[in-house]
C-alpha cells in the first residue's frame, strides 16, 4: 500500500534561518497528489501547499515544495523561519483513485520549533 | 464558507462505557466524508468514509463504527471503549471528484 515517511519527528531552528521537512513517499498510482498540512495548536489542519505535477515548484504563504517523481519526494522549503511557523506539518498522499474513497495517507508528523 | 464542527472538544471515558462523536459539515451540499484517529505516538490513519447519505465503508477496523443519518453530519460510535481507542480523532470533507480534504478542530479521547 501507499505510504508516507517524514524522518524527522522534531525540528528546531533560529528565526530567520532557512526550512527544510522531508518528505518520501511510496505508491503505485502515477497520479498520487501530495500535500503539506498545517496544523497550529488547537486549530484545525488546514492545507498549505498540493502538488501531482512532476518538477513543478509550488508555493503559498512562503513555503515551497516541489514534487520528484524521480526520487518519490516532496520536501517543505521556507527560506526564513519565522516564529509563527511553529507547528506541527503532515505530509500526505492521495492516490488520485476515482471512486469516491479520497483517502488520504500521512506520514507521522514534523514539529517544526522555532525559536528567537 | 463552509465551516465544520467536532464535538466534543475531548472526552475521557472509562473502558466498556459507550462513544459518540460527532462532525457536522455547514455550507456544502453533498460533500464526502470522513474520519480519521491518530492513537499517541502513531500516524494519522483513515478509518471511515461517506460519500451519501446512508451509506458508510470501514477502512480500518478498530471496533468502531460510524454513519452518516444526513448529508451534513458524520458519527462516529461504539458500544464499548477499549483503551487502545484512546487518542485524536478528526472529522474531513471533500468535494466529490476533488483531493484535497478539509479538517475539523478534532476531539481527543482518553480511555481510561
Known amino acids: 500500500g501507499d505510504s508516507v515517511t517524514q524522518k524527522e519527528g522534531l525540528v528546531t531552528l533560529t528565526e530567520g534561518l532557512p526550512v527544510m521537512l522531508n518528505c518520501t513517499y511510496q505508491?503505485?498510482?502515477?497520479?498520487?497528489?501530495l500535500f503539506w498540512y498545517v496544523h497550529y495548536l488547537n486549530e484545525s489542519p488546514r492545507l498549505l501547499l498540493k502538488?501531482?505535477?512532476?518538477?513543478k515548484r509550488t508555493e503559498h504563504q512562503g513555503f515551497h515544495a516541489t514534487l520528484h517523481k524521480s526520487s518519490s519526494s516532496f520536501h517543505l522549503q521556507k527560506s526564513s523561519a519565522q516564529l509563527s511557523d511553529s507547528a506541527l506539518y503532515y505530509c500526505?498522499?492521495?492516490?488520485?483513485?476515482?471512486?469516491?474513497?479520497?483517502?488520504?495517507?500521512f506520514g507521522q508528523g514534523t514539529v517544526l520549533s522555532v525559536i528567537p | 464558507a463552509q465551516t465544520i464542527h467536532q464535538w466534543p472538544v475531548a472526552e475521557i471515558k472509562a473502558v466498556g462505557s459507550p462513544l459518540s462523536l460527532g462532525c457536522t459539515i455547514k455550507g456544502k451540499s453533498s460533500p464526502n466524508l470522513y474520519w480519521y484517529w491518530q492513537a499517541t505516538g502513531g500516524t494519522l490513519q483513515q478509518l471511515f468514509y461517506?460519500?451519501?447519505?446512508?451509506?458508510v465503508e470501514s477502512v480500518v477496523q478498530l471496533n468502531l463504527s460510524a454513519s452518516r443519518p444526513k448529508d451534513d453530519q458524520f458519527i462516529l460510535s461504539t458500544e464499548k471503549l477499549l483503551l487502545s481507542h484512546s487518542g485524536f480523532y478528526l472529522c474531513a470533507w471533500s468535494q466529490l471528484g476533488q483531493d484535497t480534504q478539509y479538517f475539523g478542530p478534532g476531539t481527543r479521547l482518553l480511555v481510561l
Open positions: 502538488s501531482s505535477t512532476d518538477n
Open positions: 505508491t503505485i498510482y502515477s497520479n498520487a497528489f
Open positions: 461517506s460519500i451519501t447519505v446512508g451509506q
Open positions: 500526505a498522499l492521495s492516490d488520485g483513485a476515482t471512486g469516491g474513497n479520497n483517502k488520504l495517507t
